[in-house]
């Protein structure tokens, strides 16, 4: 899931470092046709100096000398001119109006390829690069929208909750059991909602940078295994099964404190979409170089699309299950690898469960 950082340098950049370009805006053929013509121009001149030097005196040959030097200066700047309003002007304008529209909030421009042959150049990549660009601004721009939206919703929720099942207990109309019952809602409502406001801010520490990790020697055998006994009430209430194969020997410099954040959000994830009597299995082994924590389950498995995206903020590609997460926990379990300088991979059938596996340097 992380992406690999690219340091570009200088020299010939674009077509060092970029393999989709195939061909030059100014190519080998526009700089020999502007030789030519400057050459064709320069050979009538000797023509005709060699003609008036027989004819004229000295300074009629300077004069006409002057004067055809200008004529093929003038010719040249204007021939360059219009080689460089098409080539360099135009696709320019084109692009300033382009970011222009994007500078004042509007994502849905997009650029159509300036070539009709079918080659690449350096102004096709940059038409490439922009359209990716304002299609990721787009997605951020309803990302945003969509986590305004889910926030209130998830805050909506439980406060609606507490406000009637408090109105209810006031009005003194309940039974001891209608009580007690409604007083259970209650708590569970504002758990939830405290739940909610916690990964929330968490989230928002994590993004912000303002969470640093506390690296020390830990033992993840014994860190998995603390985070695995807190399920263990509800591994029985599903009659789960739970596959251990843990490495006691790894030992990896971490901060035990975030690391314990991401077993618990991947567990409650196997356990929510795992059904009764389903399996989770649990690994850990390490090479040379990483240390692998691997969690799988039998469960209702993703699709390709579901896959891409639930590590996106109140993703729920799952929506009969939502009343039983938010759609936060993946998403500080991504922050926390990114954190960690980890990476999580993702490995899922539909109907037949999913693996999730981090990876952690030594």
């Given amino acids: 899931m992380k992406q690999a950082k690219t340091r570009i340098q200088g020299g010939d950049t674009m077509k060092q470092t970029d393999p989709r370009i195939n061909v030059r805006r100014f190519n080998l053929r526009n700089y020999v046709f502007l030789f030519v013509i400057i050459l064709i121009f320069a050979g009538s001149y000797a023509g005709v100096y060699f003609l008036q030097w027989h004819k004229s005196s000295d300074f009629y040959i300077v004069l ?11 010719f040249a700047t204007f021939l360059f001119g219009l080689l ?55 997605s951020v ?27 209810l207990i006031a009005s003194g109309e309940l039974s001891d059991d209608e009580r007690e019952e409604y007083c259970e809602k209650l708590s569970q409502a504002t758990n939830r909602l405290s739940y909610v406001i916690d990964n929330i801010l968490q989230l928002s520490r994590l993004e912000n940078s303002k969470v640093k990790p506390e690296l020390r020697q830990v033992n993840l055998s014994e860190c998995i295994s603390e985070s695995i006994l807190l399920y263990d009430s509800i591994l029985d209430e599903k009659d789960l099964g739970v596959e251990i194969d843990l490495d006691p020997s790894i030992i990896v410099e971490t901060d035990p404190q975030l690391l314990s954040i991401v077993w618990k959000n991947i567990l409650t994830n196997a356990i929510k979409f795992t059904p009764e009597k389903g399996t989770i299995g649990i690994t850990l082994k ?17 699709d390709e699309h579901t896959a891409r995206h639930i590590f996106e903020k109140f993703y729920q590609g799952d929506t009969s299950h939502a009343t039983k997460g938010n ?7 991504m922050r926390i690898i990114d954190l960690l300088q980890g990476e999580i991979l993702v490995d899922s059938e539909l109907g037949k469960g999913s693996t999730f596996t981090i990876k952690l340097k030594k």
């Fill in 327 to 333: 759609g936060l926990g993946l998403a500080l379990v």
């Fill in 141 to 167: 721009e309803m990302l945003k929208n969509d986590f305004v939206s889910n926030v209130s919703h998830e805050l909506k929720t439980p406060i609606t909750i507490i406000q009637n099942t408090t109105t």
């Fill in 64 to 74: 006409s000398m002057l004067m055809y030097l200008v004529v093929i200066s003038g």
């Fill in 286 to 302: 390490a090479d040379e170089k990483n240390v692998m924590v691997s969690f799988s389950d039998t469960g209702c498995g993703m």
């Fill in 84 to 138: 460089r309003v098409k080539n360099v002007e135009k696709p320019i304008n084109i692009f300033q109006n382009a970011f222009k529209q994007v500078a004042q909030g509007d994502y849905s421009v997009r650029l159509e390829k300036m070539r009709t042959d079918g080659k690449v150049d350096e102004f096709e990549v940059m038409v490439e690069d922009f359209n990716f660009m304002v299609n990721e601004l787009e």
